[in-house]
Each structure stands twice: as structure tokens, then as C-alpha cells.
């Protein structure tokens, strides 16, 4: 069947370099694909019902080669997830370029695992993991970029069905897949549709016909003669609830003062076409946080001022709610709804330059409420007198969007949370929610990546009817994983 592209998108620039074979899900165990809302994507690699969790190692040892990255899989269960020493006993699993099956060859300085993200893009029911290389040499062409797509199955996710996607003519330095992202964003396949970012772009793919193929390729720029923007983040949500996925790719600006901005591209039968410019950061995140039927965005705008002629303050949080009309209501200067800094009432903490809040942010609901609730990394913040030691800042959702009202503060000095507060970990440079057990409430994780000489190690906090607390929170590097934990950047990305 022939499918009309989008007109915002010229011909894709990628080489899909192997094929894969659909598997259906079985009634019992299928998901729903294409799904569009973000709460939709529940990162379920087999089908379960419950989150699994997918951490990058991207400076982790795989087969001898230091740099050459590697994933793990935490499998969800109905006592949450766990490591490869957990009693009960719970399903991990270790995925690199050496693992047998798994496409390429695991190199010195490829970062297998900087970024990554799921999506069910067969549309089997069972979603699949978009794993990211952006430092993968193609030839002597260096750090031109790969991704590697592993598809779920009752199993889990396999080796044994595996792809890979590059650049048709590679360039030095682009780092295809420096961000992916996965949803149902056109009508052209029954699953979701791949965003792949390098330096200069986003393209697009969707399976058809047994393979992953081009759909186009979204430019850096948004409106004609704005400035060109390097690529940061994706991420996706229905904003407008018709039935499709949007996609914003958010970054810095290539000219000038480098300002921060997000485009937006909302998805349709056809496929994504660029709708406006809004403010925007190098960290964003979806969720209906109002719980209005709608998806919102957040992005992170780590020590950048919403005004750009103001001082550096420490870094802010940006939010646009969702309405029927999408973004359209947001004023011609793309100005966020609500806009948060750790000066703004009720906010713990002081902006402080170098704190880095909104490094990073994650949307999903901690206490079962109904509304998305957010965590913000602030890597950079002081803990007493130890510096650059990190913390987590977390808000509520309520009808009226984003509220400091019950907002918490945690860092390694919280009573209940393992290690201590030492300079340079930089607590919080990764933070996510996610429901392991299936309990209608989502666990923080917060990732220090650079946490014991840059071993990395991810920190697990429980989920109550009262929100996030530290009793009974735990931790655990890439060792505990059965994999190769020093100097791996251990929870340099963990899936949104």
C-alpha cells in the first residue's frame, strides 16, 4: 500500500541495513499498539501489563572494548523490578553490540545506550527498544551515528530480531540517534512511528510490509527563516486528542545567542507537519497533568531564564497544557502556561547559579490522583557545603496544572536513601517515573551517571497514596546487573 508523506518532510535520509519478520501477540498477553497519549507508553516488553525499565551504560565495557556501551532490562513484575541478585528473584537481561544477534560490533567510544527510548513499532503488542550509538564510526567516517531496534515478545525483548538504521551518506560528527523517540504520530501503519535526531534533523520511520522504512525527514528549522536549532530532546504526546501523536524536538539554536526553542509537529493521517515554535530546553517530557483529556509539556531549561536578557538563575521548568486546539492558544511568543524555578513559592531549594534544575524531567503519577505529576533533576545543586552533589525536585499535578502544594525535595543526605552526598555526583542527572508493579502509582529512579568515578548508579524510590518516598529505597549499578559497571555511565539515559 502507498502512503502520502508529510509535506514538511523531504526524502529520508537513512539505509535500513536488516530486515525483521512480525510475530503476532497472543490475545492474552497483546498491549495496545499505536497508542497515542503518553501514559500509553508503558514500556512493556513482554506483554505483561507491567513497566520494564530500559537503563543506557553508554561508557560501559562490552565485549573488551571500554566506551563501546551497553542496555539493561528491568522486566516489571507484581513486586516491581529488581537486579540480577533480587530475592524474590526478578527477570534482568544485558543487550550490547557483542551480545550474539544484536546488530554491529562493539567498538571503543560507539555510547551503545546514550540515548534510547520504546514503542511498539510492529504493532504486535509487545513494545521494543530503540537503542542509540551516535558515536559509531561508519567507515572512516567518524561519530557519524547508528540505532539498533530490539522487538519485544512474550519473552521479553530478543536479540534474535534485531535491525539497525543509519545515515544513507554519513557525516562525520552528525551522531545520528543523539535523541529517539517512539509513537503513533501518522495513519501510514498500525504501530508507532521512530524519530531519530542527529546534529541537523529528526527523521522519521514506520514498519511496513515485515521492515522499518523511511517516512521523511523533519528539518532542524521550524518557521521559514528561524533559526536553525541542533537537536536535544524528543518527545511525544496527543496534545490535542484526535487520535494521533504529536512529536516536539526541542534544543539549542545553532546562531546567535544559541537560544533554546522546541518545534512542534503535530501528527495526522499523513504523518507529523510542523505547526509553531515554543520556548523549550534540552530536557521535555508528556503527560496529562491537568487531567483534562489532553496531553501537556514540560521542558528543562537548565540556568537559561525564561527572558533571555535576564540572568542565569539556576535553571527553570517550562509547561504548555494541552487543549482540543492543541498549542494553538499559546502566544505568538511560544510562552509557557507556567514557569518554575526553585525561587518560585513552595519550590524547595534556592536558585542558585549551577544547579542545573531541569536537567532533566519526567511526567507519570506518583500517588494514583489521575494527574501526571513531575520530577526534576537538579544535578548541580549543593547539599550543605558539598557541592555539584544533585537532588530531585517533585511537583504535583492538579486541575489547574502544575502545583508546589505537597512538592518534595530528595537527595543521597534524605533520611532513608542510600550512600551520602559527595562532591560532583551529581544526583539526579537522569530522572524517571515508572509503574513497575502495576499499581496505578509510578517509582521515582534518579541516575547519577557520573556517581563513583563515573561508574554510574541508579537510585529507586517507592510510590505511595502520599507520593514519592525514600523508606525502603535502594540502589544499584551496572554490576548488579551482571554487567561491566566501571567507568559505564550507568543511567545516562533511561527511557521516558
Not at 257 to 283: C, F
Request: charged share 20%; hydrophobic share 35%; net charge negative.
Amino acid at each position: 500500500m502507498t502512503h502520502r508523506r508529510p509535506t514538511a518532510a523531504a526524502a529520508a535520509s537513512f539505509l535500513l541495513l536488516s530486515g525483521i519478520v512480525i510475530t503476532t501477540a497472543p490475545p492474552a498477553t497483546a498491549g495496545t499498539p499505536g497508542g497515542t497519549y503518553a501514559d500509553d507508553r508503558n514500556c512493556d516488553f513482554d506483554g505483561d501489563g507491567y513497566d520494564d525499565v530500559l537503563t543506557g551504560a553508554p561508557g560501559g565495557t562490552d565485549g573488551g572494548r571500554k566506551g563501546a556501551g551497553y542496555v539493561t532490562v528491568q522486566y516489571g513484575s507484581a513486586s516491581g523490578m529488581g537486579t540480577a541478585t533480587s530475592i524474590p528473584r526478578v527477570r534482568t537481561a544485558v543487550f550490547g553490540q557483542s551480545t550474539p544477534g544484536v546488530p554491529g560490533t562493539a567498538e571503543t567510544g560507539d555510547g551503545f545506550g546514550t540515548a534510547v527510548a520504546t514503542g511498539d513499532l510492529d504493532a504486535d503488542g509487545y513494545d521494543d527498544a530503540i537503542i542509540a550509538a551516535p558515536g559509531e564510526d561508519e567507515g572512516a567516517v567518524a561519530d557519524a551515528g547508528r540505532v539498533v531496534v530490539l522487538y519485544g515478545s512474550r519473552g521479553g525483548l530478543s536479540a534474535e530480531r534485531g535491525a539497525t538504521l543509519r545515515a544513507a551518506a554519513p557525516v562525520a560528527n552528525a551522531r545520528f540517534g543523539s535523541a529517539v523517540a517512539a509513537a503513533h504520530l501518522s495513519g501510514a501503519t498500525p504501530g508507532d512511528d521512530l524519530a531519530v535526531a542527529d546534529r541537523t534533523g529528526t527523521d522519521l520511520f514506520s514498519y511496513d510490509a515485515g521492515a522499518l522504512r523511511g517516512a521523511g525527514r523533519l528539518p532542524a528549522s521550524g518557521a521559514p527563516g528561524r533559526e536553525s536549532i541542533r537537536p536535544a530532546a524528543l518527545t511525544t504526546g496527543n496534545y490535542d486528542g484526535d487520535g494521533y501523536s504529536d512529536l516536539v524536538v526541542s534544543g539549542l539554536g545553532l546562531e546567535q545567542d544559541g537560544r533554546a526553542w522546541s518545534a512542534v509537529y503535530m501528527g495526522g493521517a499523513d504523518g507529523p507537519v510542523y505547526t509553531r515554535d515554543l520556548a523549550g530546553g534540552t530536557s521535555s517530557a508528556s503527560g496529562d497533568i491537568d487531567d483534562d483529556g489532553y496531553d501537556d509539556l514540560v521542558f528543562g531549561r537548565p540556568d537559561k531564564p525564561e527572558d533571555e536578557n535576564e540572568p542565569l538563575t539556576g535553571g527553570m521548568v517550562g509547561v504548555f497544557l494541552g487543549t482540543a486546539d492543541g498549542m494553538a492558544d499559546v502566544d505568538e511568543l511560544g510562552t509557557p502556561a507556567q514557569v518554575w524555578t526553585q525561587d518560585t513559592a513552595g519550590v524547595p531549594g534556592t536558585a542558585e547559579l549551577g544547579d542545573a534544575f531541569g536537567a532533566d524531567v519526567s511526567l507519570a503519577d506518583i500517588d494514583g490522583d489521575g494527574h501526571a505529576d513531575l520530577a526534576v533533576g537538579v544535578p548541580g545543586e549543593d547539599v550543605g557545603a558539598v557541592p555539584d552533589a544533585g537532588g530531585v525536585r517533585l511537583l504535583r499535578g492538579s486541575t489547574t496544572g502544575l502545583t508546589a502544594a505537597g512538592a518534595r525535595s530528595f537527595d543521597q543526605n534524605s533520611a532513608g536513601v542510600p550512600g551520602t552526598a559527595e562532591k560532583g555526583d551529581r544526583w539526579g542527572g537522569q530522572v524517571r517515573l515508572a509503574d513497575t508493579d502495576a499499581d496505578g502509582r509510578s517509582e521515582l529512579l534518579a541516575a547519577a551517571p557520573g556517581e563513583n568515578t563515573s561508574d554510574g548508579v541508579v537510585w529507586w524510590l517507592a510510590a505511595s497514596t502520599n507520593g514519592t518516598v525514600s523508606t525502603g529505597s535502594w540502589s544499584y549499578g551496572g554490576g548488579s546487573l551482571a554487567a561491566s559497571g566501571a567507568d559505564a555511565l550507568f543511567g545516562a539515559s533511561v527511557d521516558e
